[in-house]
């Protein structure tokens, strides 16, 4: 299928490079280096070998969010953010580009989502998980953004009406006990996905969507898990008459259908996708590859040929993304 946009596709600027030295071996650091620091050589080769039209542009992680320096974090984000400006300006034909935030400060984060959306163009914002910031628990205590002092923000979030993707980081070290002695458990294996499915889940069940039901948050890897598990999450002893401990005023299901989108980066499994569209429907899928710590060939010729619809394929790889991240008449 030609004409694709891709959403989950990472970067990074010098200051952020050494954060994904860890998710392969030593052997391999040179190649996902150079795939990392490049945006129109290797990149755009690739898109144009696979049907990719534009690519969604997003710092990589955790970078931003494990700064707990509230001024640095500010200073990387807003200097991370002008180079990808920078970058998109040189093809906006094939790129678009998510906001870095820094929000250890809820209000500067605010306040530099509406630059980049305003000043810079940007489509929305990825932001790397839980924040850490020194002035709370030291910079060890994960901010997760359905606490109080994150209502202001995600106003502002609706009111600008761009998308939130919320992406993976692994678990601060005194909560990932769980995994001791089983390292080869966090990152893309199972850690990412527990993290961000724990995260979605609080968003969901802190009554947010209730005060900003315009809110569009995208979480990627086929929906970290969570489409699956959404029966057992609202009927957990059903046969139990008793009302449910947390402030959300409807199901789960409901407000995930409702104000959530997945995408299939990084999950290249035509059963995981085809449960997924039982589950939400065509229309809340999106394509995405996960380059560069996965590769744009696996995914573009696995969903090129996936067991679905032709009209399915095309909202999945193109006319949601167009619709969600309002591209006009998107790419051809």
């Known amino acids: 299928m030609n004409g694709k946009i891709a959403l989950e596709e990472h970067f990074a600027i010098p200051q952020t490079l050494q954060d994904s030295a860890g998710f392969v071996p030593d052997d391999h650091w040179k190649i996902l280096e150079a795939r990392l620091l490049d ?17 969604v542009l997003s710092l990589n992680a955790p970078a931003v969010q494990a700064i707990p320096d509230r001024a640095k974090a500010v200073e990387l984000a807003r200097i991370a953010n002008d180079v990808l400006a920078e970058e998109v300006a040189r093809r906006p034909d094939r790129f ?10 809820p209000d500067a984060a605010s306040a530099e989502l509406h630059r980049a959306v305003t000043d810079l163009g940007f489509v929305g914002a990825l932001v790397n998980g839980f924040s850490q910031d020194e002035q709370q628990g030291d910079g ?35 909560d990932a006990r769980i ?6 458990l966090l990152g893309p294996t199972w850690g990412f996905a527990q993290e961000t499915a724990v995260h979605a889940l609080r968003l969901i069940a802190s009554g947010l969507f209730d005060e900003h039901p315009g809110l569009d948050i995208v979480i990627g890897h086929m929906g970290e898990g969570i489409p699956a598990m959404l029966y057992r999450v609202d009927h957990r002893n059903r046969w139990v008459e008793a009302p449910h401990r947390y402030p959300a005023r409807r199901k789960f299901v409901d407000y995930f259908a409702e104000n959530f989108w997945i995408t299939t980066s990084g999950n290249f499994r035509t059963q995981s996708l085809i449960d997924a569209v039982l589950e ?11 380059w560069p710590f996965e590769n744009i060939d696996h995914a573009a010729v696995w969903f090129d040929s996936a067991a ?17 991240f309002k591209l006009g008449d998107g790419p051809r």
């Open 39 to 55: 945006i129109h050589e290797q990149r755009l080769r690739l898109m144009d070998e696979h049907g990719i039209e534009v690519c």
């Open 280 to 290: 939400l429907g065509s229309d809340r899928i999106l394509f995405a590859t996960d």
């Open 179 to 184: 995994y001791e002695g089983h390292p080869w």
């Open 308 to 324: 679905i619809s032709d009209a399915d394929r095309r909202k999945i790889g193109r006319t949601n993304s167009v619709k969600l």
């Open 96 to 105: 678009r580009a998510f906001a870095a935030l820094p929000l250890q400060d």
């Open 140 to 174: 060890q205590l994960p901010l997760y953004y359905d606490l109080p002092q994150y209502r202001g923000f995600w106003a502002e979030v609706e009111r600008l009406d761009v998308p939130f993707y919320l992406h993976p980081r692994n678990p601060l070290p005194q």
